[in-house]
């Protein structure tokens, strides 16, 4: 959980990127806790920028999650083993490692029934209080360190946390080689449930933006049809039209990652009788939507919240080139404090930037 506490024992001193205010980051030291037994100390290598990370520096929140003190940044992230604990196992020193950034408790109802990214008490990489993994090192449990192969790079490790999304949504939707997929929105998490739906076998894949150089990425990826929209709600019945049209068969499964009012009707009308709409994506927090006429075809409606158990599946995936996030990776900076405020920018901004990724 990016533990926080004391500096490690080497003489050098662990430096973060703290968000202080909005849109104010400072790399300031950041002391590391003393390493129980079953925990790793990992040297980070590649660090990405997430939406929420932007969320939170510009508003100092993300959904109900709300910054009160200076918090450490950054949750996507691999790096190399410095140290184990007296009881780790299962990784050793040098080895180059992928983590996932949730501490559950282990001890509720839901972690006991396996549904342990609903978790209570969840310990969350840079979610509030808890301080994430933008840094030189962190502390962390062994068991959510995830051995790279020799064939995956430290960017594509950390790529595994945006991936894993899409992995759990395609599970969720069980998504299999007869299920024609329609994605809303052509952002990194859009792409990325793209690029997850194709390796669980969907045959035919339409997605959706706005904005047409995502849509010609896209393309790039490997979506069989594209289709621009507008963000006007009146367009909903026409787009959904065009979007069958597009398809030239049912469409069984949505995946809105985008999470709008108007992405979602979208989902809704366009999907076919007795399919699902996944909703992945959360930009609005409360919606009007057509569920009468949804519920009339028998569209079920299910919500993916972060992932669980998926960082062994990605690897595979990544390893057997299945799947290929490195065209995702459009910007690298350094980790001083000019990269840091750049870094945010670029991804802030938008524009051609999918992933930026800091190289530590």
């Excluded at 993300?62 to 691999?78: L, N, Y």
């Excluded at 190399?80 to 282990?106: F, H, K, M, N, Q």
């Excluded at 052509?186 to 035919?204: K, N, Q």
Aim: hydrophobic residues 40%; charged residues 20%; neutral net charge.
């Amino acid at each position: 959980m990016g533990k926080g506490g004391m500096s490690h024992g080497d003489g050098e001193e662990n430096m973060a990127a703290w968000l202080v205010a909005v849109n104010t980051l400072k790399i300031q030291p950041f002391k590391l806790p003393p390493l129980g037994p079953h925990d790793v100390r990992v040297r980070m290598k590649a660090v990405g920028i997430c939406g929420s990370d932007v969320h939170y520096l510009k508003a100092m929140r993300c959904g109900d999650f709300i910054v009160k003190q200076p918090m450490v940044i950054g949750h996507e992230s691999a790096g190399i083993i410095d140290e184990v604990g007296s009881e780790v196992r299962s990784v050793v020193v040098g080895d180059r490692v992928a983590l996932e950034p949730g501490i559950s408790c282990w001890r509720c109802n839901l972690c006991k029934d396996g549904r342990y990214n609903l978790c209570p008490e969840m310990k969350f990489f840079a979610t509030p209080p808890v301080h994430g993994s933008l840094a030189n090192q962190v502390v962390h449990p062994a068991n959510l360190c995830f051995k790279l192969p020799d064939n995956v790079s430290l960017e594509e490790g950390a790529m595994c946390e945006p991936l894993s999304v899409g992995v759990h949504a395609c599970r969720r939707a069980n998504v299999g080689p007869e299920t024609n997929v329609l994605i809303m929105g052509a952002g990194p998490i859009g792409l990325v449930t793209m690029l997850s739906a194709r390796a669980f076998g969907a045959p035919r894949i339409v997605i959706v933006d706005v904005d047409d150089h995502r849509l010609s990425v896209a393309k790039e990826l490997g979506a069989n049809e594209i289709v621009k929209v507008s963000s006007n709600i009146q367009d909903v019945c026409e787009e959904a039209v065009q979007i069958n049209k597009a398809m030239g068969t049912g469409v069984d499964v949505t995946f809105d990652c985008a999470g709008f009012n108007k992405t979602m009707s979208t989902a809704l009308r366009a999907t076919s009788a007795g399919g699902k709409v996944c909703l992945v994506g959360m930009g609005h927090d409360e919606m009007t939507l057509p569920l009468t006429a949804a519920a009339a075809r028998e569209v079920d409606v299910i919500g993916i919240f972060r992932y669980k158990n998926t960082w062994p599946l990605c690897l595979e995936f990544l390893s057997s080139g299945k799947i290929d996030v490195k065209p995702l990776i459009t910007h690298r900076f350094g980790f001083s404090q000019k990269d840091v405020e750049e870094a945010f920018e670029t991804s802030a901004r938008g524009g051609n930037a999918i992933k930026v990724m800091f190289n530590l």
